[in-house]
């Protein structure tokens, strides 16, 4: 039963190490400006990193971004306005959506 | 930069954490629970809550420590021949089916946005249990002292549950070698699966209500109780720091912090029993619960400060208290041994 | 302790009882919760390397954290115990309560 939980652990580290430095996406933050139900699509413009006390989610930088978030992990509906943190993979020149959080609406701080 | 130093980022709850504190949390938590016996992990969600994690987050980062900490002590156990792995294994489903249900109902209440104020409610009625626990049995020690009794009654022998629970005939029916009886799998299954619940819930150990059961209800031997209650923790433990990770409810940079602190008050802890005497000490853990339920009120009711400010320094000064029974006994039996070993030496001579 | 016994057990089932009938009061307006790491404000790379596995394996994530913490939990043990062997103190008169 416990032959060698030693030996295990370090092979599963071992294998979790090669397969490890593969995953990694970029991440953005940025004000909701539209939802496309219909090419799954989604437009924010992104905030930078200069958080402050009226500003707590960052700064607008005015540049806009899209994304296709046809197989993203969504959680509450984004709507415009809303501030979102988007997790993406880029192929070519798309931006693929992994995962949207709605952070303004979601709020975790008041949980 | 003087409020950055004392503020640590946490990358996946995105909150800003007074790092003392959390340091303190867990060192509080080893002392503590090395000291009494009991987890203490009562008192790291509320803390973690109050310090700022979301409750979610909070509840997912304690039952991760709690994997850690009880690595060791089971470790410690299964030396001694005091769990019964084939108990400790048919209670694995129980547990780790009620821990998911207890995460499950967390996750629901955390959508309908009720996750906060709920389990700190249920915390508040779990401590107001604990401390009424801790200050009867007071009572009642000081009772039978004051009537010259020695040591007071214990009443456990008259409790004989589980000769009737036994005799339940559902099968399959499991004989278990260690602890020395017979009874249908559903038995240890069910009482596990409830506890399982309140652990996934509260992310606590569940030992408080597994212990008793075990004994009172299955029918364990004590030693073989405490072994295999110890197994089941760390089942719990992992399996809840599993299932809460892969919802993404874990804070790892916390569990780390607090997993250091607790090893090194652990110690602390259990070398203190040592040297404590009297049952003085005991009253001073029942104030440091109710005043952990007091802060979990003021937090409740958006007063964050004034409940850190409680909870921090009930725990701390508990801490203190233990750390200096520790010390000054550990002392004692260093200066003592010194002595044995320059008389011998003389004797010698 | 018996009676301490089936107060816990009562409490446990007012609590089973309590938090669904809150839980249907509160209603159904129910959308998963969905955390994404911010990596633009991590900066070592141990923490980006888990923050990003954060948002895109959860399951590699997942085996990690209880992975880390069982062997971390194991190596605090054994490194306390050398310690404490060397502060000179007899340990063995004790019991062993913790959890």
Same mark, same amino acid.
């Given at each position: 039963?416990?032959?060698?939980?030693?030996?295990?652990?370090?092979?599963?580290?071992?294998?979790?190490?090669?397969?490890?430095?593969?995953?990694?996406?970029?991440?953005?933050?940025?004000?909701?400006?539209?939802?496309?139900?219909?090419?799954?699509?989604?437009?924010?413009?992104?905030?930078?990193?200069?958080?402050?006390?009226?500003?707590?989610?960052?700064?607008?930088?005015?540049?806009?971004?899209?994304?296709?978030?046809?197989?993203?992990?969504?959680?509450?509906?984004?709507?415009?306005?809303?501030?979102?943190?988007?997790?993406?993979?880029?192929?070519?020149?798309?931006?693929?959506?992994?995962?949207?959080?709605?952070?303004?609406?979601?709020?975790?701080?008041?949980? | 930069?003087?409020?950055?130093?004392?503020?640590?980022?946490?990358?996946?709850?995105?909150?800003?954490?007074?790092?003392?504190?959390?340091?303190?949390?867990?060192?509080?938590?080893?002392?503590?629970?090395?000291?009494?016996?009991?987890?203490?992990?009562?008192?790291?969600?509320?803390?973690?809550?109050?310090?700022?994690?979301?409750?979610?987050?909070?509840?997912?980062?304690?039952?991760?420590?709690?994997?850690?900490?009880?690595?060791?002590?089971?470790?410690?156990?299964?030396?001694?021949?005091?769990?019964?792995?084939?108990?400790?294994?048919?209670?694995?489903?129980?547990?780790?089916?009620?821990?998911?249900?207890?995460?499950?109902?967390?996750?629901?209440?955390?959508?309908?946005?009720?996750?906060?104020?709920?389990?700190?409610?249920?915390?508040?009625?779990?401590?107001?249990?604990?401390?009424?626990?801790?200050?009867?049995?007071?009572?009642?020690?000081?009772?039978?002292?004051?009537?010259?009794?020695?040591?007071?009654?214990?009443?456990?022998?008259?409790?004989?549950?589980?000769?009737?629970?036994?005799?339940?005939?559902?099968?399959?029916?499991?004989?278990?070698?260690?602890?020395?009886?017979?009874?249908?799998?559903?038995?240890?299954?069910?009482?596990?699966?409830?506890?399982?619940?309140?652990?996934?819930?509260?992310?606590?150990?569940?030992?408080?209500?597994?212990?008793?059961?075990?004994?009172?209800?299955?029918?364990?031997?004590?030693?073989?109780?405490?072994?295999?209650?110890?197994?089941?923790?760390?089942?719990?433990?992992?399996?809840?720091?599993?299932?809460?990770?892969?919802?993404?409810?874990?804070?790892?940079?916390?569990?780390?912090?607090?997993?250091?602190?607790?090893?090194?008050?652990?110690?602390?802890?259990?070398?203190?029993?040592?040297?404590?005497?009297?049952?003085?000490?005991?009253?001073?853990?029942?104030?440091?619960?109710?005043?952990?339920?007091?802060?979990?009120?003021?937090?409740?009711?958006?007063?964050?400060?004034?409940?850190?400010?409680?909870?921090?320094?009930?725990?701390?000064?508990?801490?203190?208290?233990?750390?200096?029974?520790?010390?000054?006994?550990?002392?004692?039996?260093?200066?003592?041994?010194?002595?044995?070993?320059?008389?011998?030496?003389?004797?010698?001579? | 302790?018996?009676?301490?016994?089936?107060?816990? =057990?009562?409490?446990?089932?007012?609590?089973?009882?309590? #938090?669904? +009938?809150? %839980?249907?009061? /509160? $209603?159904?307006?129910?959308?998963?919760?969905?955390?994404?790491?911010?990596?633009?404000?991590?900066?070592?790379?141990?923490?980006?390397?888990?923050?990003? =596995?954060?948002?895109?394996?959860?399951?590699?994530?997942? #085996?990690? +954290?209880? %992975?880390?913490? /069982? $062997?971390?939990?194991?190596?605090?043990?054994?490194?306390?115990?050398?310690?404490?062997?060397?502060?000179?103190?007899?340990?063995?008169?004790?019991?062993?309560?913790?959890?």
């Amino acid at each position: 039963m416990k032959r060698n939980p030693v030996f295990w652990c370090v092979t599963l580290l071992f294998l979790v190490f090669c397969f490890g430095p593969a995953w990694a996406a970029e991440v953005s933050q940025g004000n909701c400006i539209s939802v496309n139900d219909k090419d799954k699509t989604l437009t924010i413009e992104e905030y930078d990193l200069n958080f402050t006390k009226d500003k707590p989610y960052g700064h607008p930088t005015g540049k806009n971004s899209t994304y296709n978030i046809a197989t993203a992990l969504i959680g509450i509906p984004p709507t415009k306005g809303d501030v979102l943190r988007i997790s993406y993979d880029v192929k070519g020149t798309e931006r693929i959506a992994l995962k949207i959080m709605n952070v303004s609406k979601q709020d975790l701080k008041k949980k | 930069m003087e409020h950055s130093f004392w503020y640590l980022h946490m990358p996946i709850a995105g909150v800003e954490i007074f790092w003392p504190g959390l340091v303190l949390i867990g060192f509080s938590v080893g002392t503590i629970g090395g000291f009494f016996g009991m987890g203490g992990a009562w008192m790291v969600t509320p803390g973690l809550n109050i310090l700022g994690f979301p409750m979610a987050f909070a509840i997912g980062t304690d039952i991760a420590h709690i994997a850690g900490k009880s690595m060791i002590s089971t470790m410690r156990h299964s030396k001694f021949g005091n769990v019964d792995y084939k108990l400790g294994f048919v209670m694995l489903f129980g547990t780790m089916f009620g821990i998911e249900i207890g995460a499950q109902m967390i996750m629901w209440l955390e959508r309908l946005g009720k996750v906060g104020p709920i389990v700190r409610w249920v915390y508040v009625g779990f401590l107001a249990m604990i401390s009424f626990m801790v200050f009867y049995d007071y009572y009642k020690a000081d009772q039978a002292k004051k009537a010259g009794r020695i040591s007071g009654d214990k009443g456990a022998e008259g409790i004989t549950w589980y000769k009737a629970l036994h005799k339940i005939n559902i099968p399959p029916m499991v004989h278990f070698k260690t602890a020395g009886f017979t009874c249908s799998a559903w038995l240890p299954i069910g009482v596990s699966f409830i506890t399982g619940i309140l652990a996934g819930f509260l992310g606590i150990g569940g030992g408080l209500l597994r212990m008793p059961a075990l004994v009172y209800l299955i029918g364990c031997p004590t030693h073989i109780a405490v072994g295999t209650d110890l197994f089941e923790v760390m089942i719990s433990g992992l399996y809840g720091a599993f299932t809460y990770t892969l919802k993404g409810r874990i804070e790892l940079v916390a569990v780390f912090v607090m997993l250091t602190g607790a090893a090194i008050g652990a110690q602390i802890g259990t070398v203190a029993t040592k040297y404590a005497k009297g049952y003085g000490i005991r009253i001073a853990f029942g104030c440091a619960v109710v005043a952990c339920m007091v802060s979990i009120i003021l937090k409740q009711y958006g007063i964050d400060v004034m409940a850190a400010v409680v909870i921090l320094g009930a725990i701390s000064a508990l801490c203190v208290y233990i750390v200096s029974i520790m010390f000054k006994g550990a002392a004692a039996e260093l200066r003592d041994k010194k002595e044995r070993e320059r008389a011998a030496a003389a004797f010698q001579n | 302790m018996r009676a301490l016994f089936r107060r816990i =057990l009562a409490f446990c089932s007012v609590i089973s009882v309590l #938090v669904p +009938a809150a %839980v249907w009061a /509160a $209603g159904e307006k129910a959308a998963m919760l969905v955390v994404v790491a911010d990596t633009r404000r991590v900066t070592s790379d141990i923490g980006k390397y888990f923050a990003d =596995l954060y948002n895109t394996n959860m399951w590699l994530f997942a #085996v990690w +954290a209880v %992975v880390l913490t /069982a $062997g971390y939990g194991v190596f605090l043990g054994f490194s306390m115990d050398i310690i404490m062997s060397r502060t000179g103190l007899d340990l063995k008169s004790r019991k062993i309560i913790e959890h």
